[in-house]
T-cell receptor
Framework: QKEVEQNSGPLSVPEGAIASLNCTYS??????FFWYRQYSGKSPELIMS????GDKEDGRFTAQLNKASQYVSLLIRDSQPSDSATYLC???????????FGQGTRLTINP | KAGVTQTPRYLIKTRGQQVTLSCSPISGHRSVSWYQQTPGQGLQFLFEYFSETQRNKGNFPGRFSGRQFSNSRSEMNVSTLELGDSALYLC?????????????FGPGTRLTVL
């Protein structure tokens, strides 16, 4: 079992709709959770970090964390073509400065 | 505040050669981590340096090594290059405080091994 799992996609969403990206992790001592966005040929760019159960909102983005289910998700509201990218879920274990990444979900927003 | 910088941005080497990549963290950040990204394996952790000491290490062979200088700049070295070492090498910096662990990535160095 991979430590962090994501659907590789591609996920296709019409412009203006909500894009929902999901991620599960296997290590229960994971303490920090991140979503990065990566455009083709570029480096990962941090979108959201979340540490506690529940929702965290930042503009059009909402991260949701459920530690009991070992599940973290990212919602993108009012999706724009510029949101088309690969979204990487990453976790950090308690006390370790080591990001463990999922394989990423490729998201395409169709105008 | 300037972001993470990496040099060079592109490199072409041949099998058997060695290569050194450089990373300058965000000002004030004392931790530098290195990652390898390939289409098949995704993003994988290589190692992390904090205050000139390797604090964490991933599952890579000894051909991959690194170091950190007193100004927090870091270098990684790959010796005896193999075709499979072709990848995007990313460094990320953070303050080093384990309670504030957000990592910010540099633009990466794309290494091609022929």
């Amino acid at each position: 079992q991979k430590e962090v799992e994501q659907n590789s996609g591609p996920l296709s969403v019409p412009e203006g709709a909500i894009a929902s990206l999901n991620c599960t992790y296997s290590d229960r001592v994971s303490q920090s959770f991140f979503w990065y966005r990566q455009y083709s040929g570029k480096s990962p760019e941090l979108i959201m970090s979340i540490y506690s159960n529940g929702d965290k909102e930042d503009g059009r983005f909402t991260a949701q964390l459920n530690k009991a289910s070992q599940y973290v998700s990212l919602l993108i509201r009012d999706s724009q073509p510029s949101d088309s990218a690969t979204y990487l879920c990453a976790v950090i274990r308690n006390g370790a400065q080591k990001l463990v990444f999922g394989q990423g979900t490729r998201l395409t927003i169709n105008p | 505040k300037a972001g993470v910088t990496q040099t060079p941005r592109y490199l072409i080497k041949t099998r058997g050669q060695q290569v050194t990549l450089s990373c300058s963290p965000i000002s004030g950040h004392r931790s530098v981590s290195w990652y390898q990204q390939t289409p098949g394996q995704g993003l994988q952790f290589l190692f992390e340096y904090f205050s000139e000491t390797q604090r964490n290490k991933g599952n890579f062979p000894g051909r991959f090594s690194g170091r950190q200088f007193s100004n927090s700049r870091s270098e990684m070295n790959v010796s005896t290059l193999e075709l499979g070492d072709s990848a995007l090498y990313l460094c990320a910096s953070t303050t080093g405080d384990l309670n504030t662990d957000t990592q910010y990535f540099g633009p990466g160095t794309r290494l091609t091994v022929l």
